[in-house]
């Protein structure tokens, strides 16, 4: 006979609790990628990005202020498109700073305004502040929800892994099992 893991539901049990647990402002429901609109504001600054010397402190601070006003989830995803190459990885302290306001903010507006897939997608870039990855992934558990779609979990789960939440993997695998044996 083989042996039933009962660890599967109690792991499960226990990610959907801590995920209920966020404030009652991230339970709402993302407004779908088709009904957000980058706003031409953002397209300018995304142009001045462009054309300011490159990883300088200009290009760094318009990246910044790109995060600061975005205000929707496709704004914050091309926060974070233009932002990749402008922090260098060996860069001196200001350099780090600005990346960590960036990603913070990102992150932020991600968790508040964005779809499952635009998280997914910021998750893939690196761009999540490390402080908020935990509730960053319980926000993919909340905006996945009751789906059946193997495909979805097997990305949260692989997000999670990414940004080296082991638990959170081992809840998304969980998930992953559960449907499979269905």
Request: overall charge neutral; aromatic content about 4%; glycine content about 6%.
């Amino acid at each position: 006979m083989g042996m039933v893991n009962t660890a599967a539901p109690v792991l499960l049990a226990v990610a959907w609790s801590l995920a209920s647990c966020s404030d009652a402002g991230s339970n709402t429901a993302a407004v779908p990628e088709s009904e957000q609109v980058v706003r031409t504001e953002l397209k300018t600054l995304y142009m001045a990005a462009s054309a300011a010397p490159p990883q300088s402190a200009a290009q760094q601070q318009i990246i910044l202020k790109m995060a600061q006003q975005a205000s929707n989830g496709k704004e914050a995803l091309l926060t974070v498109q233009a932002s990749a190459g402008v922090f260098p990885p060996n860069g001196g302290p200001q350099d780090k700073a600005r990346e960590n306001d960036v990603h913070g903010i990102v992150t932020d507006k991600l968790m508040r305004f964005g779809t499952l897939e635009q998280l997914i997608e910021c998750a893939r870039h690196d761009a999540v502040a490390q402080s908020n990855a935990r509730q960053f992934v319980q926000r993919m558990f909340e905006l996945a929800g009751g789906t059946q779609d193997q495909a979805v979990w097997y990305r949260i789960r692989a997000a999670a892994f990414h940004l080296k939440l082991g638990d959170m993997v081992s809840v998304a695998q969980a998930k992953l099992d559960q449907l499979s044996a269905k």
